[in-house]
Structure formats: structure tokens, C-alpha cells
């Protein structure tokens, strides 16, 4: 889990609107209300020229007021430098300290934290517990926060990481919501598996319900001051949550009319926990990663909510910078794969990076953020401003889906007799053998199931209840329709797992089947013992093994990707990559650890932006276990026209004439702006004010490469040729 408060999520920035409008207090207000604006970061720091992204958002973190600056001078000071501003606090922790320690309404709550079994309260920091949501925390959430917020003008709010730990709930508080919940005394979770799943279900509830009530008054009053206040939930994805042993609403809170959105909370952090492939365990970031933004993306695409999608040019934990570019990489290059969503959060705590000293590879030394990685960062975050999104889907056999549910999280922890599913394994049996062989699998939410978009473009849908449980017969009910009507689902499980018996719809008020897929067989009108079998239009696939033996065993995934070959039909493409054109920009991931040890080739003149001096290549391999993301020359539309195709800086104000080019550069001071700039011919003059320039002209290209040091008030540069 991060350490610092909110350091889960990564925010993206629109690029060409608000900073060009040099919003005043009053009409920034105005325009919250009517812009789309989709590029932003999150901070807890007033304006500083160090930390000035130069993105159209500023995410204000936290309502409390420092020691040297009220929240409403932390507010105007992003204000004043022409951020559109927005607010986001946790909905599960934060630095309430009134509220805490008694000054809201004269009680001490420190009491409602989340309690472990051995009487341990877990905590976020000092004086901030974990919260079980009870009303008097929702109370304040309500007065003591979010209409603190509105007051002030802002009208996004973000309430992030509704999280409940599953080792938790032994305290009296949550006791006390177990019996209002259910009408009978709380139960200890790990005496028996249907304690542990009932429990689940009330921490699920708890925030489900927090959320709802904080959402419905941001609305209403923000409603009173004439205000549309938008409300989203920055949250890791249900991969993770699952895999940590975290409950959380997730899906549900789509269903929500109080809920606009979610951000994707994916970073190095999250992606590099460990994974079973071919029987070997270890990090494998891109691909979690990959799997992490398809399941929010999924989540939220059928019910038309916004998704922004988060990255972290650094992670929580401390590590070395050759570490953090790497895996910021393979992250950045999951998320702009999926050509769908343009909205981004560029990073958390710009102050943490470009601030914050950490190691250098190999030695003991620590350093500020190195000037080469923080050009090569610029330059990627400054790309989203130009990131277009795309009808182009990923090269590779689109329409598998994997099935999730919120339930997933819900049969983590503790271990009952003797059910292990180490790292989640039962999940990455279903999708990691089909990613490694570049099937961009997709992930289908049951809670989503009732909307069509859900399964429009699935043609052979997997799923298991090995880890994961129906929470409703309607879930059966769409996946029958669905198979009826010409849909292939693989099922893939023992159904031998502990849970299989709880207290559920499908052994309760009328309903006596063993397992769940009893209920969902006799829908289909199978009484499966594994094989094959044809239901109306569409067939059924029963493999009779648990999925995390696919990837646990060595070779163990070879019947499965057979039988999912055979179900999709015909000559199925695999390959070791995965590939994307978007506008101009040439995407790739090439996956390691299978036969195929081809690297991919593209041929150019393209422009590597990960790498920090932006070269014009012929080519450019990318040799597996590795990504490239690249700028195509070729679809320069007119290339006449003089144009900036990268550049660790934003632009503003660009002025073309017949023989010249100007425009200013602007990006946080003590950083490096390197530029790919695309002319009609080899420039005679190039002028940077008082700033040193370093350039170079590629003939072949007509590119020129130029290199100054930033500025956040801008620099102006005037090209001639």
C-alpha cells in the first residue's frame, strides 16, 4: 500500500485549453463547468516553479490547512498560475485530525479504525486509522470536508481508495455494523469461510454506502450554490485490490447516478507484484499492468463513466531511478495501448519527483531526479496532450474476455481448509497465457453484465468460480442468454473451493445447488463432467481444473490455450507482441518468456521518445521483454507545415509565418527541454531569448533537434529559415 497520503494515483492533462485562457479566479470557476478538461496531476504543495507540469489540472490533496497556508491559498495559488482546479481527499483515511481527535464534535474516533485479529488497528500514519465508515465519519466527510470544498468554488471532487483491509475486522465498530447489517452477533472471519465471505460482503456494503451518501451531498449541495459538481473515485484496479487482499465497491459504484468517473490507480507499485507463469514466480510489470487498466477500463465502458488512467514516473517504495524508468515505461506503454481513453492523470506528488532525492543504481548515493530522466518523462507526459483517441485496436485476436467480479476480493484471506490461491494465481490462469502469446485479452465485470455493451464484442467468454463467486442468478441469466445466442464460454474450474457452500442466493430461499455453476449449467441445460457441449447457437467449453495451475506448473497452460483456440475457431493469430498505431504514434510491447524470440521491427523515420535526446531512427527494434513508443514522421499529414512532434516542455502560442516559426516553451525550472521539430527547411536562425541552445539538423527527417534548459514562465523561440 503507498505510504503518503494519496500517492495512489496518477492524473493526466488536457493540452491546448485552459492555460491559453489565463483563467482569472472567477472564470476558472465558470469554465469548470463547461469544459472537458482531462490532463492533470495531484498535489498537497501550493504552486512552486519546480513543480509546475504545466498540465490543465491541478488536483488540490487535502482540505486541511498547513502551517504556513490555509487550503484556500493553497487553492488560489494553482489558480493564479492558470490551473483549473480540483480537490481530492481519502474516503478511507486522511489527516483528519478534528475529527480524530475530537475537536469536530467533541468525541475521540481514533476507536472506528480497522482492527486485526490481534487487537492491532492498521494505519495509514500517524493518527490516521483505516477507517470502518460509520455515520459520524460520514457526517464529517459531508460538512466537515466536502462542503469546505465546494465553499471554496471547486466542482470535481475526487474521494479516493474506498479500501477495507481483509485481515481486518475484529473491532467493535465494524461488530457493531455487522449486527445492524445482518440482525445476528458479528461473527470471528476466520472460524469458517462463510464468516470470511460475509464479512467481505459488509466491508464491501460499508463503503458501497459511504460513498453513496458522500456523493448524493456533494451533489445536493453543491446543487444549492448553483454548482454541477462532478465526483469520482480514484481507485486501484480490481487486480490489485484482489491480489493485495483489499475489499473495495469497485464496479458497483458505477451504477451510482452520483458517480462521474473513476481514476485508474495503476503505477510501478502495483504492477510489480509478483506473478506465476510457466511455473516461475516474479515481477512481470507490462503485463500486469496491461491487465490492471483493461479491468477499470471494462469496469466503467458499459455504463459510460469517464476513466482516467494513471502512471507514476517513481513509486512508493524507495528503489533507484534506472528502476523507476524502466517500469514507468512498461506502465505508460500498458496504458496508451488502450486507444479508447484520452483522459490521463500524468503523475502524483510532482513534488516527490522532482524534489525528493533517491538512489542511484548500485551505489549508496541519492540524488535529485536525473536531468535525462526528467527530460525523457516531460516528454511522455507532454505526448498526452497530443494523444489521440483512436477506432484502432491492438494487433492480435480481439473478443476473448476473461469474467471478474467484485466478489473476487471477497475469499483472499484468511486460508481455509487448506484453499491456497498464491498471488492471485487463479485469475492470471485465465489471462497471462493468452496475453504472453499477444492476445490483448479483455476482462468482462459481472456486475456489468445487464448492460449490452458488456459482452458486444466478446466471442469467447472464460470464467471460473475457483476464486470468485456469482452475487446474483442474473448474472447466470445474461451469460445462458448470451450462449444461446451464438457465444462461447470456456469454464474453467474444480468448484471445490470452500466457498462454494457459504450462505448464498443459490443454497438459500428455495435454491438447493451445491455450486453456484450448478445454477448456470442447469440454465444451459448441461450436466457437465468436462468436454464440449452445444447450446443453442453458441457453446460451452468445461475444463475440470482450477486455472492457477496454468501458469503455478511448468507448461501447465498448454490444454487450456488449445481449448481456447479450438473455442474461438479456425486459425488463431499468437505472436510475442502487441501493437498499436495511434495518430502518429507507433506503440509496442514485445512479450519475453515464450518460443517466439523475434524482436519487432518498424521502420521509420520515427521518433523515440523514451529516449531523452529524441533520436530520428531508420528503425527501431524492440527486442522482447521490452516496449518502444514512437513518433511515425510518415503520418505527418502535411509536412509543409512546421510543427513540434515532441518536446519535454508544453507549447503555447505558436505563430507560423512564411519563413518562420515561433512559439513558447514552458516547463517546471531545473529541467532540461529537449524538442523534435518538424520544418520545411534547415533553419538559417534559431533564437531562445537568453537561454543557451544546443542543436542539431537531420536532413533526412527535416527534423530539428533542440536542447535548452526550461522554464515555467516560458521560453520563446523563433525559428527563421
Request: net charge neutral; aromatic share 12%.
Amino acid at each position: 500500500m503507498p505510504v503518503l497520503i494519496g500517492n495512489c494515483a496518477e492524473r493526466r492533462k488536457n493540452s491546448s485549453l485552459s492555460l491559453s485562457l489565463s483563467l482569472s479566479l472567477s472564470l476558472s470557476l465558470s469554465l469548470s463547468l463547461s469544459l472537458s478538461l482531462s490532463l492533470s496531476f495531484q498535489t498537497s504543495s501550493p504552486w512552486r516553479p519546480e513543480i509546475d507540469v504545466r498540465s490543465d489540472i491541478a488536483i488540490v490533496y487535502g482540505a486541511g490547512d498547513h502551517h504556513n497556508m490555509t487550503f484556500e491559498q493553497r487553492v488560489k495559488s494553482w489558480r493564479d498560475h492558470g490551473y483549473t482546479v480540483q480537490f481530492m481527499t481519502g474516503i478511507a483515511w486522511g489527516s483528519y485530525d478534528d475529527y480524530f481527535l475530537g475537536k469536530w464534535d467533541g468525541k475521540n474516533h481514533l476507536g472506528i479504525g480497522q482492527v486485526m485479529q490481534n487487537g492491532d488497528t492498521i494505519w495509514h500514519g500517524h493518527n490516521i486509522p483505516y477507517v470502518v465508515p460509520e455515520s459520524t465519519f460520514i457526517e464529517y466527510m459531508k460538512k466537515g470536508v466536502v462542503k469546505k470544498v465546494i465553499d471554496a468554488g471547486i466542482t470535481a471532487i475526487y474521494l479516493e481508495e474506498p479500501e477495507f483491509w481483509a485481515r481486518a475486522g475484529y473491532g467493535q465498530t465494524f461488530k457493531d455494523e455487522w449486527q445492524r447489517y445482518y440482525g445476528f452477533p458479528w461473527r470471528p472471519q476466520h472460524e469458517s469461510p462463510e464468516n470470511t465471505y460475509l464479512s467481505s460482503k459488509l466491508k464491501y456494503h460499508l463503503y458501497y454506502n459511504a460513498i453513496k451518501e458522500v456523493s448524493s451531498y456533494a451533489k445536493a449541495y453543491g446543487k444549492t450554490k448553483g454548482l454541477d459538481v462532478k465526483v469520482y473515485i480514484p481507485t486501484h484496479s480490481l487486480v490489485n485490490y484482489s491480489s493485495w487482499k483489499i475489499v473495495s465497491p469497485e464496479a458497483s459504484l458505477a451504477s451510482l447516478p452520483s458517480i462521474d468517473g473513476y481514476i485508474a490507480q495503476v503505477w510501478t507499485g502495483t504492477s510489480r507484484e509478483p506473478t506465476f507463469f510457466n511455473g516461475l514466480e516474479k515481477e512481470r510489470v507490462f503485463e500486469n499492468a496491461f491487465l490492471e487498466y483493461g479491468s477499470v477500463i471494462s469496469m466503467t465502458a458499459p455504463t459510460n463513466r469517464k476513466v482516467f488512467l494513471l502512471t507514476d514516473p517513481i513509486e512508493d517504495w524507495p528503489r533507484d531511478w534506472s528502476d523507476y524508468k524502466r517500469n514507468y515505461q512498461a506502465t505508460f506503454t500498458a496504458k496508451i495501448l488502450y486507444p479508447m481513453v484520452a483522459d490521463y492523470e500524468v503523475m502524483p506528488w510532482p513534488e516527490r519527483i522532482y524534489t525528493r532525492p533517491y538512489k542511484v543504481a548500485n551505489s549508496d548515493s541519492m540524488v535529485l531526479i536525473p536531468k535525462y530522466y526528467s527530460t525523457q518523462m516531460q516528454v511522455m507526459v507532454n505526448a498526452l496532450n497530443d494523444m489521440p483517441r483512436s477506432a484502432n485496436r491492438v494487433t492480435g485476436v480481439n473478443g476473448i474476455g476473461v469474467l471478474m467480479g467484485n466478489s473476487l476480493m471477497f475469499q483472499r484471506f484468511p486460508t481455509h481448509n487448506g484453499f491456497e490461491d498464491p498471488q492471485f494465481s487463479n485469475f492470471y490462469g485465465q489471462t497471462l497465457p493468452l496475453l504472453k502469446l499477444g492476445i490483448p485479452v479483455q476482462t468482462v465485470h459481472m456486475e456489468n453484465l445487464s448492460f449490452a455493451a458488456s459482452l458486444k464484442d466478446i466471442r469467447v467468454l472464460v470464467m471460473s468460480y475457483s476464486n470468485m463467486k456469482p452475487m446474483s442468478a442474473d448474472v447466470h441469466k445474461y451469460i445462458a442468454e448470451w450462449v444461446k445466442k451464438g457465444g462461447i464460454l470456456v469454464y474453467c474450474s474444480k468448484d471445490d473451493d470452500p466457498y462454494q457452500s457459504v450462505m448464498e442466493w443459490w443454497n438459500t430461499k428455495g435454491n438447493h445447488y451445491k455450486t453456484p455453476s450448478a445454477h448456470l449449467f442447469g440454465l444451459l441445460g448441461i450436466a457437465p463432467d468436462g468436454g464440449k457441449y452445444n447450446v443453442g447457437k453458441g457453446k460451452v467449453y468445461i475444463i475440470k481444473e482450477d486455472p492457477k495451475n496454468f501458469v503455478m506448473q511448468v507448461n501447465g497452460a498448454d490444454n487450456y490455450v488449445a481449448t481456447i483456440k479450438e473455442a474461438f475457431g479456425g486459425n488463431i493469430q499468437t505472436k510475442n507482441n502487441l501493437y498499436l498505431e495511434r495518430g502518429p504514434y507507433d506503440i509496442v510491447a514485445v512479450m519475453d518468456e515464450v518460443a517466439d524470440k523475434t524482436p519487432y521491427v518498424i521502420k521509420g523515420p520515427v521518433v523515440d521518445l523514451f529516449d531523452p535526446t529524441l533520436p530520428v531512427l531508420a528503425r527501431k527494434i524492440v527486442e522482447p521483454g521490452s516496449q518502444a513508443f514512437l513518433y511515425n514522421i510518415n503520418r505527418v499529414a502535411d509536412k509543409s507545415k512546421p510543427k513540434v512532434l515532441a518536446a519535454a516542455a508544453r507549447i503555447y502560442d505558436e505563430v507560423v509565418t512564411a519563413n518562420s516559426y515561433n512559439f513558447t516553451a514552458k516547463s517546471p525550472v531545473n529541467t532540461i527541454n529537449a524538442m523534435r521539430v518538424l520544418l520545411p527547411a534547415e533553419p538559417k536562425e534559431v533564437v531562445t531569448g537568453n537561454k543557451e541552445v544546443v542543436k542539431s539538423w537531420d536532413e533526412s527527417s527535416h527534423t530539428l533537434y533542440l536542447g535548452f534548459d526550461n522554464s515555467p514562465d516560458g521560453v520563446k523561440v523563433n525559428i527563421k529559415w
